[in-house]
């Protein structure tokens, strides 16, 4: 199979590929990337971008499957504006490409809480980019919807005092089905969502996605 990856070079997207590059299920990987990457293996084919440009790079968008795990933060971002658009337009762009081009499965990272009528910003954005996917009606869609995500060295330190206190919470029995998801176990489970022989929409969360992960 060959796949085609947005948000390459995030926590997420490098476990992902990471992961692609070992699988012999997977014989090529695209990546759409707005400066060069640090993967040096012979699957990974680095597409070097400019998303606010999909017309220059829409053809390059041809696969079995597409991941979209593109995101950032708000502070990040610098503005909501900002945040949108790497966010929603350019995964949004991605998929429309993909969709256009014939591929069939797309899997998208998400966010617990995501809405389109959410009065929260990051979940409303979110949940008008998953509507936005699911209108395209690819042959397959799979969505993630994880809560708090684990990621390896991460210089966030809201986030980091989040998993302390989060992981301190679990450990007295509470809040187990919203426990933090390393990125290295979403990545997986995106990876077995993609093979699996199915059609339609289906929707994971929280929890559930470790499960899927040992499919």
């Not at 597409?66 to 708000?74: D, Q, Y």
């Not at 699911?134 to 397959?140: D, T």
């Not at 986030?159 to 301190?168: H, R």
């Not at 919470?169 to 176990?185: A, C, D, F, R």
Request: charged residues 30%; proline residues 3%.
């Amino acid at each position: 199979m060959k796949a085609l990856v947005i948000g390459a070079t995030g926590a997420t997207g490098k476990d992902l590929v990471n992961q692609l590059s070992q699988d012999p299920e997977f014989e090529q990987i695209d990546i759409f990337v707005r400066r060069h990457s640090d993967f040096h293996h012979n699957k990974v084919h680095e597409h070097l971008v400019d998303f606010d440009h999909p017309e220059d790079w829409k053809h390059l968008v041809r696969g079995d499957v597409a991941f979209a795990c593109l995101g950032t933060t708000l502070k990040s971002a610098g503005s909501k504006d900002n945040q949108w658009k790497i966010d929603y337009d350019y995964q949004y762009n991605f998929a429309k490409a993909a969709k256009e081009n014939g591929v069939e499965d797309f899997v998208l990272v998400s966010a617990y809480g995501a809405s389109p009528n959410s009065k929260i910003f990051y979940s409303r954005m979110k949940g008008e980019l998953e509507e936005a996917i699911k209108n395209l009606k690819f042959e397959k869609t799979s969505i993630f919807k994880p809560g708090m995500l684990e990621r390896k060295n991460s210089d966030r330190g809201s986030e980091v005092l989040g998993l302390k206190i989060l992981k301190f919470i679990n450990k007295l029995g509470l809040l187990k089905s919203q426990q933090p998801l390393p990125t290295e176990v979403l990545a997986k489970a995106m990876i077995n969502a993609s093979k699996i022989k199915s059609k339609g929409f289906s929707e994971i969360k929280l929890h559930s996605i470790f499960s899927f992960a040992e499919k």
